[in-house]
C-alpha cells in the first residue's frame, strides 16, 4: 500500500516484519506531507496485531536528508516551518513509541531528520558507504541533538552539533551504537534478518519488552526534541536562519524553514 503522496510505501511480509520504504528523490528530503505519512505509516504497522518488527529503510542515494528546503522556498511566513516541526516531531515519536521493534537500515547519507528517526529506532544497521550527521548550525537551525546524543558520547555530540562534523557507520559500530556494518547490496536483507530474528519471539513479550525499555529510558525524547524545536524557531522570528540560509544558498529570496545543505536538506 501507499501513504501520502507514494513517498512512503509499507509491505507487511509473511513473517509478520512490516517493511517500511521512503523514497522521495532526489535525496529523500521529506515534505511536511512526507513527515505525516510516515507517521502514520509507522502508526498503523504498530497498531496491526499481525506486525511484529519493522525495517524502515530507504530507497535512491540516501537514507533521509530531513525536511524539503525546496517546499519551504515556495512558502510565505512560517507555515511549512511549522509544518515541518509538527511532522518530524510525529515521525520521530513514532518511530519510538510503535509498540513493536523498528530496525532502520541506513544507506549513504543520514542527516538532520535522518538522525531523528535512526536515533529513536531501536536497532540500526548501515551500509559501509552511511555517515551521520547534523549540518543545523552552519543553516540557521537546531534540533535532533536529543537523537544524535544517543548514536555517541556527550562530548562527541556537542562536536559534531558545534562543527557540523559527521561520523561513519564504522564509528558507530565501534560505539555500539550501530549493530551491523555491511555491503550496501546487503543492507537490505540484513536488517530483514535482524527483524525477522525479533519477529520470531514471542510477540507479546517483544511488545512488552518495547514497553519496558522506553518506561526506564533515561531521556524523555519527545519532551527534549520538542525543546530544541523551540530555538530553531525562535532563529527564525530573529531572521539570523534566513540571513544564513540565504547567504548559504545565494539566493535573493529569505528562506524560511529549516536548514538546506545544497543538494541534502535536513531538519
Not at 530507497?59 to 515541518?84: P, S, W, Y
Not at 509538527?86 to 518511530?95: L, M, N
Request: overall charge negative; hydrophobic content about 45%; glycine content about 10%.
Amino acid at each position: 500500500m501507499a501513504d501520502g503522496p507514494d513517498m512512503i510505501t509499507t509491505t507487511v511480509l509473511a513473517n509478520g516484519v512490516a517493511e517500511i520504504v521512503m523514497d522521495n528523490p532526489p535525496v529523500n528530503a521529506l515534505p511536511v506531507a512526507g513527515w505525516f505519512a510516515l507517521a502514520a505509516a509507522l502508526d498503523a504497522a504498530g497498531a496491526n496485531p499481525d506486525v511484529r518488527a519493522v525495517v524502515l529503510r530507504a530507497e535512491g542515494r540516501g537514507f533521509n536528508a530531513g525536511v524539503d528546503i525546496k517546499e519551504m522556498q515556495r512558502t510565505d511566513g512560517f507555515t511549512a516551518l511549522l509544518g515541518a516541526n509538527h511532522g518530524c516531531y510525529a515521525a520521530f515519536k513514532a518511530v519510538y513509541e510503535c509498540p513493536v521493534p523498528v530496525v532502520v537500515a541506513v544507506n549513504g547519507f543520514c542527516l538532520g531528520g535522518g538522525i531523528g528517526l535512526s536515533g529513536n529506532a531501536d536497532v540500526i544497521v548501515a551500509a559501509d558507504d552511511a555517515t551521520f550527521g547534523l549540518p543545523e548550525v552552519e543553516r540557521g537551525a537546531l534540533g535532533a541533538a536529543t537523537h544524535l546524543s544517543r548514536l555517541v558520547p556527550q562530548h562527541r555530540m556537542r562536536a559534531m552539533v558545534y562543527t557540523a562534523a559527521t561520523i561513519t557507520a564504522q564509528e558507530l559500530h565501534a560505539y555500539g551504537s550501530v549493530h551491523s556494518v555491511v555491503p550496501q547490496a546487503e543492507l537490505r536483507d540484513t536488517a530483514l534478518a535482524v527483524a525477522g530474528n525479533i519477529a520470531e519471539k514471542d510477540p507479546t513479550v517483544i511488545r512488552a519488552a518495547k514497553a519496558s525499555l522506553n518506561g526506564i529510558d533515561p531521556v524523555d525524547v519527545n519532551r527534549s526534541y520538542r525543546f530544541e524545536q523551540g530555538f530553531t524557531f525562535e532563529l527564525n522570528l530573529a531572521g539570523v536562519a534566513d540571513r544564513i540560509r540565504d547567504e548559504f544558498a545565494g539566493t535573493s529570496k529569505a528562506v524560511t524553514g529549516q536548514a538546506d545543505t545544497g543538494e541534502q536538506p535536513d531538519n
